[in-house]
């Protein structure tokens, strides 16, 4: 949340698996993604951005059965990453906007080789199955990541 470093300092930030993990507990839902404190590190890697840099971040996709998936592995005591949020892509792209990036674009990943085969195979059948029936919009979002780049 304070990097130690002056403002300015690089002009290319990557981050991977840090910012899913930012929670903070609601007395009626239990943990939830805290949303206050990702922009807040937003703005933080920001402030060490020179202008005109850029931040990417690769991102666990709720446009997947990834999350279907790490509900199985919680609830069978098998999930070993603690609160993980998985994010819609427009809605990760809207936190990085109220942090102030611009130009904000991004790809979809599919599931790497360490991945259970459950993803793997799921992911395929969903994408299949969007393709069969026409959506192909949703078809393209279908991927267990997701690399998103925004620029000062």
Request: charged share 25%.
């Amino acid at each position: 949340m304070r990097l130690s470093f002056r403002g300015s300092s690089f002009d290319r930030i990557f981050e991977v698996g840090v910012v899913e993990h930012f929670y903070e507990k609601d007395p009626f839902l239990g943990a939830i993604v805290d949303r206050v404190r990702i922009v807040e590190s937003f703005r933080e890697l920001k402030r060490v951005l020179e202008n005109k840099g850029m931040v990417a971040f690769i991102q666990p996709s709720k446009h997947s059965v990834l999350p279907f998936s790490q509900k199985i592995d919680e609830m069978t005591g098998r999930w070993e990453f603690g609160y993980q949020e998985n994010f819609a892509i427009n809605e990760f792209a809207q936190l990085m906007t109220i942090a102030g990036f611009k130009d904000i674009d991004f790809v979809v990943l599919q599931a790497p080789e360490d991945f259970p085969l459950r993803i793997k195979v799921g992911d395929r059948m969903l994408k299949s199955f969007y393709t069969l029936t026409g959506q192909y919009q949703k078809a393209q979002l279908v991927g267990a990541l997701f690399c998103i780049i925004g620029r000062l």
